[in-house]
Each structure stands twice: as C-alpha cells, then as structure tokens.
C-alpha cells in the first residue's frame, strides 16, 4: 500500500460546513484529500437556499472530475454539448479542462464531487 495513502472516515453526525470554490455553495470535506496525500478531493456540496448561481463561463484544470447528484437539481451548459440537467440519481464525468457554465440550480441541490488533484485552478473563460 502506498505510504502517502491512508484510511479515512466521515461521519455525517460530525459533518463541518465550508465556503469553498463558489459563494452560492457550501462544501463537506469527505477527509479524501488528506488520505490521499493531496491526490484526489470528494466533497459533499450543498446550495444556500436564496443564492443563486452567477453564471459564468470556466474551466479546471484537472485529471478528473466527477459529480453525482444526491438531491434536487443542478442545470449546465457544457462546451460542445449544450445544456445538461442534472437531476437526483445523475451522475457526470466533466472531461479535464471542459468549459461550462451552472445555469441555475434547486434551492435543495446536494450533490458529491471527486475530483483529482485535490489542488486545482479554475479559469474563467
């Protein structure tokens, strides 16, 4: 087993919430990160019902990127596909670099992203 990587546990009944990436949003941190050395991040995210998205067109810079919706909705424009929505059950793998833009979302959105690294840029296109 790797040395950097180790075992890791979160509980919903100690779950802390964050501000993060995006100020409509609120973020778990699933402890993945830090058992990975930093090679992959998983988080719950959450929407603060009344804040709406800002959208605007962006891109990451990472290896992977993946969301599943636990919870209400989450509606995107993808680059070269058109709009997607998102609903409970749904599950998106976001190509490295695809630029994209959040056109609304359900005051009620819970939804994991795993993305990897755990480090990454966001770039405004």
Not at 4 to 21: C, E, I, T
Not at 29 to 46: F, M, N, P, Q, W
Request: net charge negative.
């Amino acid at each position: 087993m790797d040395q950097k990587m180790r075992f890791s546990v979160s509980h919903a009944r100690d779950a802390q919430w964050d501000r993060g990436l995006r100020a409509f949003f609120e973020y778990r941190d699933l402890g993945i990160k830090d058992a990975t050395a930093g090679k992959v991040v998983a988080h719950v995210i959450r929407a603060i019902p009344g804040v709406h998205a800002m959208p605007q067109r962006h891109h990451h810079d990472v290896e992977f990127q993946m969301v599943y919706v636990l919870k209400g909705w989450i509606k995107f424009d993808y680059e070269g596909v058109g709009e997607v929505m998102l609903n409970a059950g749904t599950c998106v793998h976001q190509p490295p670099g695809i630029r994209h833009t959040e056109l609304g979302h359900s005051d009620d959105l819970e939804l994991i992203e795993i993305v990897s690294p755990a480090e990454f840029d966001t770039g405004n296109d």
